[in-house]
């Protein structure tokens, strides 16, 4: 996890589209602020949502 990945990376790891992904960060309160997730939000995301099975 030490580098930037896409929105529709993070998506595809949950093996879901972009909308619900968006979804699922708007119901935990996560806010990204760029296009591309820094490592330190990839790590709120997956401590809030858990880790994606692709991941495990």
Request: charge should be positive.
């Amino acid at each position: 996890m030490h580098r930037v990945k896409s929105r529709q990376q993070i998506a595809e790891e949950y093996g879901v589209c972009r909308k619900t992904l968006y979804n699922w960060l708007k119901q935990e309160n996560i806010q990204l602020k760029h296009r591309l997730v820094s490592p330190k939000e990839q790590k709120e995301i997956y401590e809030k949502l858990g880790m994606p099975s692709q991941l495990n």
